[in-house]
């Protein structure tokens, strides 16, 4: 016996109630899977980006730091010459406190003006550091995973300034002992001569130091050397020109000794960096 009356259409509105759930089902896990797959698709995006500006910023790196090695191996070659030039100064300055102990032959004085004029020609060192700086500002020193030796190449030119310091101290002794002290030696005949052969309208003392500009030799001029050997300003003032020319000289040695290390270093991280 039937409790109901059968109605078609309500067996049709199941259907279709059904048919667009299952429609609906479907829909769902295709957005889901086109959704999972644009996000992939970006996420590779930004994988490639990011590993080609890596690849792009390691390359920059190493040029930059390339070019640091680079302008070290100029400074080694300087430090060479300060070495080499500190021991020269050091050398004369022996060889004039002797030769002032010397029976001052006509060679011995010649020897004397020479001596004097090689001392004023006192080496200092003019390091370059573009390519440091520019390795600094780029952010290549920071970046370098060895810290000790970024650290080390960063403060490189400390140790330069500690050098030029220790040669203007040495300059500036040579200047002010050497002819402080010989200056007032200096025949005064051979001052005037000097003002006349080479006119600036200034006084006397102001030609005593033209004369001790290294761009002004002295060899021409006439030095009275009488006991001068005995004057105990003058020696003293000689001892401190060789005290001086050896801490220019020390200092120098230490530098090239710890630039040769720090460039080992450095290379030996480029390399590595390289692979």
Same mark, same amino acid.
């Given at each position: 016996m039937l409790r109901g009356r059968y109605r078609p259409e309500a067996a049709i509105d199941t259907r279709i109630i059904f048919c667009m759930t299952e429609t609906q089902k479907i829909s769902w896990k295709r957005l889901?899977? $086109?959704?999972?797959? =644009?996000?992939?698709?970006? *996420?590779?995006?930004?994988?490639?980006? &990011?590993?080609?500006?890596? #690849?792009?910023?390691?390359?920059?790196? =190493?040029?930059? !730091?390339? %070019?640091?090695? /680079? $302008?070290? @191996?100029?400074?080694?070659?300087?430090?060479? $010459?300060?070495?080499?030039?500190?021991?020269?100064?050091?050398?004369?300055?022996? /060889? *004039?406190?002797?030769? !002032?102990?010397?029976? @001052?032959?006509?060679? @011995?004085? &010649?020897?004397?003006?020479?001596? =004097?004029?090689?001392l004023f020609n006192f080496y200092r060192i003019n390091a370059p550091f573009g390519s440091l700086q520019t390795a600094m500002s780029s %952010? &290549? =020193?920071?970046?370098?995973?060895?810290?000790? !030796?970024?650290?080390?190449?960063?403060?490189?030119?400390?140790?330069?300034?500690? *050098?030029? @310091? /220790?040669?203007?101290?040495?300059?500036e002794v040579i200047l002010l002992q050497h002819y402080a002290v010989l200056g007032r030696k200096i025949s005064m005949h /051979?001052?005037?001569?000097? #003002?006349? &052969?080479?006119?600036?309208?200034?006084?006397?003392?102001d030609v005593i130091n033209d004369v001790a500009r290294p761009e002004a030799p002295v060899s021409h001029l006439t030095v009275d050397y009488s006991e001068i050997y005995d004057d105990i300003e003058v020696r003293n003032g000689f001892l401190e020109i060789m005290m001086f020319g050896q801490a220019a000289l020390g200092e120098a040695t230490l530098a090239s000794n710890k630039l040769e290390t720090l460039m080992q270093r450095l290379r030996q991280y480029i390399s590595q960096r390289e692979r």
């Amino acid at each position: 016996m039937l409790r109901g009356r059968y109605r078609p259409e309500a067996a049709i509105d199941t259907r279709i109630i059904f048919c667009m759930t299952e429609t609906q089902k479907i829909s769902w896990k295709r957005l889901a899977v $086109e959704a999972a797959a =644009i996000v992939a698709s970006i *996420l590779f995006a930004f994988a490639i980006d &990011a590993w080609w500006a890596d #690849r792009q910023q390691h390359a920059s790196d =190493i040029a930059h !730091l390339q %070019g640091v090695l /680079e $302008e070290l @191996e100029s400074h080694r070659v300087l430090l060479a $010459e300060a070495v080499e030039s500190h021991r020269t100064t050091v050398d004369l300055g022996y /060889e *004039l406190f002797s030769l !002032l102990a010397s029976e @001052e032959t006509a060679i @011995e004085q &010649a020897r004397t003006a020479e001596v =004097i004029d090689l001392l004023f020609n006192f080496y200092r060192i003019n390091a370059p550091f573009g390519s440091l700086q520019t390795a600094m500002s780029s %952010g &290549a =020193i920071a970046r370098m995973t060895a810290v000790d !030796l970024a650290s080390d190449v960063a403060s490189w030119p400390t140790t330069i300034e500690d *050098l030029l @310091e /220790e040669e203007d101290n040495a300059g500036e002794v040579i200047l002010l002992q050497h002819y402080a002290v010989l200056g007032r030696k200096i025949s005064m005949h /051979e001052v005037y001569g000097h #003002r006349l &052969a080479y006119p600036t309208g200034r006084g006397t003392p102001d030609v005593i130091n033209d004369v001790a500009r290294p761009e002004a030799p002295v060899s021409h001029l006439t030095v009275d050397y009488s006991e001068i050997y005995d004057d105990i300003e003058v020696r003293n003032g000689f001892l401190e020109i060789m005290m001086f020319g050896q801490a220019a000289l020390g200092e120098a040695t230490l530098a090239s000794n710890k630039l040769e290390t720090l460039m080992q270093r450095l290379r030996q991280y480029i390399s590595q960096r390289e692979r």
